[in-house]
């Protein structure tokens, strides 16, 4: 620490920063463009000038820029003498000589740091008489809108987009006052994690093009605090609503978790929750195919007759829904009748998985956290595709070994052009196994692509080289014994040593080889950093296999046998998990089926009663995420206050209705917290869930939460169009929120589930600065999320039995999955913005078969399996093996049961 002195008054401040941001941290604002906390200083903009002077005697002092300076102890500035004043406001001047006068139609006007910074600066008139400079703006993709004549060149975006997310389709050109930032030519920017662009751009040059088909300002948003349901990272999200759309979606800060960025799937991937033909009533079809739509209570009768006409009715729990909705239906059916809807294979990747975590002993890493290691290795798993936002905190850890250089030389974190300078030459390492190629590849040291079992016995060989307890490898050849004995070697060398794996290969093998290496080099150096990030496919993958329940083939065969009558599926789409075939027989009973969910499913549409759920924008629940911490997302606006005639209920609702109507019994869940009294009561690993997470009597002052920023419109507008009479506005009755600008809404202590980011002054993101208690680190009032494992008692360490064993060279082909990024996750399947981004599917297929059949770039293969003839076009790896197969696993008529089928044929389909 080190004390400052700031127009007269003395402040403790942290001398590892700059002048700015340490400023900044205790609350004095001065202006600035081109710092950032991610990024570090480049001194670009010139916009953060203040007086420094050499002792109190000093009254003339010299000017500095703030983001350049470090911090020391005893240091006098001034902000607001007249000389720093005057040469900002000519800065300012100087950067807007080209700037538009455009604010009115800005869509970036009231959410602007430009704007924020202007105000604060008191800049207020134009002298620039002259042609302005003019550029022509670039088709970036269906993402992102540039507008470069917005330009004040203080090049954030290509110092993230190149320098921080490794882009390499991006960057800066001319020279002078002729800069221009973008691409080479037209095209769709490749990163995906191009989004944050528009967060990191000051001004309006990128702007959100999801959200200019239904483009509206800030302040006439309704927001809330969301957890993006995309894949098991759980990164926080702040959803904006108006006229019952949803039509952005932003960061919300956590520092230890996604921080400043999320990927493009998570910002963009919104578009199916404003789908018009999503289900809004409950309707009942008879084997006829006959259509009748009910209202809430003839709905509610026909699901307790439902129960009253069968027996054993097994219900299909969700892993992309909340524990509370699971919960619900866990008790309507039974435990014994539940099943959280998982295959065999996924179930027992998820019990590996929560084995590490309930046990404690072994770190598991929060994604934050998995930037300060400096050897990874990862196992099975295209990180990029499948968890996009820890691909990139992977690139941050290969690159720190740049910052350990310039720390050891006393350079500071903030001054990054030695360190991006350093960064070129020296990386950490990243050792990479996976079935064919990554985006990852290219900064990886070291990659081995095999099929599973070759990765098993390669990760069982480096398990071994690091104990020889272990089982030996034998059948490694001469070139693999080096790579292994190398990268045990630097496995046990580093300071901190990170193991990634996952179960999006469904294999239990590469899973336990992975837990087995974390736990050698545990167990064999006792003062060793060793963490292990296993991550999941869905949302609340965790949260639904620590309900329990049995597995879908279990729940099938039990219907199938006449062990139960009946089946109900809480959004869950069948379709998605088994092949075609057979759910068109089991939905010949359609009159045995219920469904609850928000989107028209094939299993919705082909059931023979269903209720429409809310979805997680429409509602509020609890998930958890890869590192086993439990988050609350928030229902983002009431869909009854802008239709009345909707019948759309929370999933864990409807259960409980029909419930306490069959049981004839009174309701006794009114809101969230009574669900989660019951769960916690009877599931304990969840009571941390209720001793640490807000309920819905917390207040401030006396005050619930605001949902909207406090310049919002007349109430009265939203519903001009149905009555010009103001309603009264809906009580969430589930939550510590309002519907409305009503409500506290600033920084405090005790609320960590931050709906929009605004103060006073600061209308961008920028505004996450004054809910920190020192700028980039952590909130003031901490992280939301609660770890339900991390008070466990650690156990014994016990090694995984795993048997070598080869990849048998059958003349079949064996199906393995590939990802991408847009296009395998159910629910953004429905978004039509995404759709645009999906690629074709294809067959992924080893160069050397590609050969071998005879086939060219434009040839289209034909194979049967289960029960289901497929054509589809190719695309050849050279790293795939031979008679591996790569299909496109979770899109539509891709079934999660192919991975690990065999093909016996598999031909060229000549038209």
């Known amino acids: 620490m080190a004390i400052i002195y700031v127009d007269k008054k003395m402040y403790?401040?942290?001398?590892?920063?700059?002048?700015?941001?340490?400023?900044?941290?205790?609350?004095?604002?001065?202006?600035?463009?081109?710092w950032h906390p991610l990024l570090g200083s480049i001194g670009a903009c010139r916009q953060c000038a203040v007086t420094q002077y050499n002792n109190f005697e000093d009254h003339q002092g010299r000017l500095i820029m703030s983001c350049m300076t470090p911090v020391i102890d005893g240091a006098i500035i001034s902000v607001n003498n007249t000389e720093s004043e005057i040469f900002?406001?000519?800065?300012?001047?100087?950067?807007?000589?080209?700037?538009?006068?455009?604010?009115?139609?800005?869509?970036?006007?009231?959410?602007?740091?430009?704007?924020?910074?202007?105000?604060?600066?008191?800049?207020?008139?134009?002298?620039?008489?002259?042609?302005k400079r003019t550029h022509k703006n670039q088709y970036l993709g269906s993402f992102i809108k540039h507008e470069m004549n917005?330009?004040?060149?203080?090049?954030?975006?290509?110092?993230?987009?190149?320098?921080?997310?490794?882009?390499?389709?991006?960057?800066?050109?001319?020279?002078?006052?002729?800069?221009?930032?973008g691409r080479i030519e037209d095209g769709i920017l490749e990163s995906e994690h191009s989004g944050n662009l528009i967060e990191i751009c000051p001004t309006g040059v990128f702007t959100d093009k999801t959200h200019s088909k239904r483009y509206n300002r800030k302040w006439d948003m309704q927001y809330a605090p969301g957890i993006c349901n995309s894949c098991s990272v759980g990164c926080n999200i702040s959803i904006g609503e108006r006229y019952g759309e949803i039509r952005r979606i932003e960061n919300r800060y956590h520092e230890n978790i996604n921080h400043y960025l999320i990927c493009d799937l998570g910002r963009f991937g919104y578009s199916q929750n404003n789908l018009k033909t999503r289900p809004k009533q409950p309707i009942c079809t008879n084997n006829e195919n006959n259509v009748t739509t009910l209202n809430f209570k003839?709905?509610?009768?026909?699901?307790?007759?439902?129960?009253?006409?069968?027996?054993?009715?097994?219900?299909?729990?969700?892993?992309?829904?909340?524990?509370?909705?699971?919960?619900?239906?866990?008790?309507?059916?039974?435990?014994?009748?539940?099943?959280?809807?998982?295959?065999?294979?996924?179930?027992?990747?998820?019990?590996?998985?929560?084995?590490?975590?309930?046990?404690?002993?072994?770190?598991?890493?929060?994604?934050?956290?998995?930037?300060?290691?400096?050897?990874?290795?990862?196992?099975?798993?295209?990180?990029?595709?499948?968890?996009?936002?820890?691909?990139?905190?992977?690139?941050?850890a290969v690159k720190k070994k740049a910052q350990d250089i310039?720390?050891?030389?006393?350079?500071?974190?903030?001054?990054?052009?030695?360190?991006?300078?350093?960064?070129?030459?020296?990386?950490?390492?990243l050792y990479i196994m996976n079935t064919h190629e990554t985006q990852l590849d290219n900064i990886a040291e070291w990659c081995y692509f095999g099929c599973i079992n070759d990765q098993v016995n390669l990760a069982s060989a480096i398990a071994h080289e690091l104990d020889h307890n272990l089982p030996q490898v034998t059948n490694l050849d001469v070139s693999l014994k080096n790579k292994v004995s190398l990268i045990a070697n630097r496995l046990i060398s580093s300071k901190k040593t990170l193991i990634i794996s996952g179960s999006h290969s469904f294999s239990t093998e590469i899973i336990s080889a992975s837990i087995n290496i974390a736990k050698a080099i545990k167990m064999n150096l006792i003062n060793h950093h060793i963490a292990l990030t296993l991550l999941t496919p869905s949302s609340n993958t965790l949260g639904a296999e620590l309900i329990g329940g049995m597995s879908i083939e279990s729940a099938l065969e039990a219907f199938k046998q006449k062990k139960a009558d009946a089946?109900?599926?809480?959004?869950?789409?069948?379709?998605?998990?088994?092949?075609?075939?057979?759910?068109?027989?089991?939905?010949?009973?359609?009159?045995?089926?219920?469904?609850?969910?928000?989107?028209?499913?094939?299993?919705?549409?082909?059931?023979?009663?269903?209720?429409?759920?809310?979805?997680?924008?429409?509602?509020?629940?609890?998930?958890?995420?890869?590192?086993?911490?439990?988050?609350?997302?928030?229902?983002?606006?009431?869909?009854s206050f802008y239709d009345k005639n909707t019948c759309i209920f929370d999933g864990w609702k409807w259960l409980h209705f029909i419930k306490a109507k069959n049981e004839n019994v009174e309701m006794s869940w009114f809101n969230l917290d009574d669900v989660i009294n019951a769960y916690t009561k009877k599931y304990s690993f969840f009571q941390e869930i209720k001793r640490k997470e807000l309920d819905s009597s917390f207040r401030i002052h006396g005050q619930k939460i605001a949902r909207s920023p406090i310049r919002s419109s007349g109430r009265t507008a939203l519903r001009a169009n149905i009555d010009i009479h103001e309603p009264s506005q809906p009580k969430d009755l589930n939550t510590m929120f309002s519907f409305s600008m009503e409500g506290f809404n600033q920084p405090h202590q005790s609320l960590s589930h931050i709906?929009?980011?605004?103060?006073?002054?600061?209308?961008?993101?920028?505004?996450?600065?004054?809910?920190?208690?020192?700028?980039?680190?952590?909130?003031?009032?901490?992280?939301?999320?609660?770890?339900?494992?991390?008070?466990?008692?650690?156990?014994?360490?016990?090694?995984?039995?795993?048997?070598p064993k080869n990849f048998i060279k059958e003349k079949c082909w064996y199906i393995i999955p590939y990802y991408h990024i847009f296009g395998h996750e159910e629910l953004t399947q429905y978004s039509s913005v995404i759709q645009e981004n999906t690629p074709l599917e294809y067959a992924l297929i080893s160069l050397s078969d590609g050969i071998q059949l005879g086939l060219k770039k434009d040839s289209i293969v034909e194979f049967h399996c289960l029960n289901k003839d497929y054509r589809l076009g190719i695309r050849v790896s050279k790293f795939l093996n031979q008679k591996q197969i790569g299909l496109p696993i979770g899109r539509k008529g891709f079934p999660i049961s192919l991975v690990g089928e065999k093909i016996k044929y598999l031909q060229e389909f000549i038209k």
């Open 755 to 803: 709906p929009f980011a605004w103060y006073p002054g600061w209308n961008s993101p920028q505004a996450w600065n004054k809910f920190q208690k020192k700028i980039g680190k952590n909130l003031i009032s901490g992280d939301s999320g609660v770890h339900i494992f991390k008070n466990n008692i650690k156990t014994t360490d016990v090694y995984y039995h795993i048997i």
């Open 298 to 396: 003839k709905g509610v009768e026909l699901g307790v007759d439902f129960f009253k006409r069968y027996k054993r009715v097994i219900g299909i729990g969700s892993t992309r829904s909340s524990i509370e909705n699971n919960f619900a239906l866990q008790e309507l059916v039974g435990k014994e009748n539940f099943s959280n809807g998982m295959l065999e294979k996924e179930k027992n990747c998820t019990n590996l998985i929560l084995n590490v975590l309930k046990n404690n002993d072994i770190y598991v890493p929060s994604l934050k956290e998995i930037e300060d290691y400096d050897v990874i290795l990862i196992l099975g798993e295209d990180l990029t595709q499948t968890s996009p936002r820890v691909s990139l905190a992977v690139r941050q």
């Open 406 to 429: 310039t720390n050891l030389h006393g350079i500071p974190n903030w001054n990054v052009s030695p360190i991006r300078n350093i960064s070129e030459n020296y990386k950490n390492s």
């Open 567 to 639: 089946m109900i599926f809480m959004e869950y789409d069948l379709y998605r998990f088994i092949s075609e075939y057979d759910c068109n027989l089991l939905f010949k009973n359609k009159e045995k089926i219920m469904t609850l969910d928000h989107q028209y499913t094939q299993t919705y549409k082909k059931s023979g009663l269903n209720f429409p759920t809310a979805n997680f924008t429409e509602s509020s629940g609890t998930i958890i995420n890869f590192e086993g911490r439990a988050q609350r997302f928030f229902q983002v606006y009431d869909p």
């Open 12 to 34: 403790d401040v942290d001398k590892a920063d700059n002048l700015l941001q340490a400023c900044l941290s205790v609350g004095i604002n001065i202006p600035y463009f081109c």
């Open 150 to 181: 917005r330009c004040i060149s203080c090049y954030r975006c290509v110092r993230y987009y190149n320098d921080y997310a490794d882009g390499n389709d991006f960057g800066v050109y001319g020279a002078n006052n002729n800069i221009y930032f």
């Open 88 to 131: 900002r406001s000519a800065m300012v001047e100087l950067l807007l000589t080209n700037h538009p006068h455009d604010c009115p139609v800005c869509e970036e006007g009231g959410h602007c740091h430009l704007q924020d910074m202007t105000v604060m600066i008191k800049h207020n008139t134009r002298r620039y008489r002259f042609k």
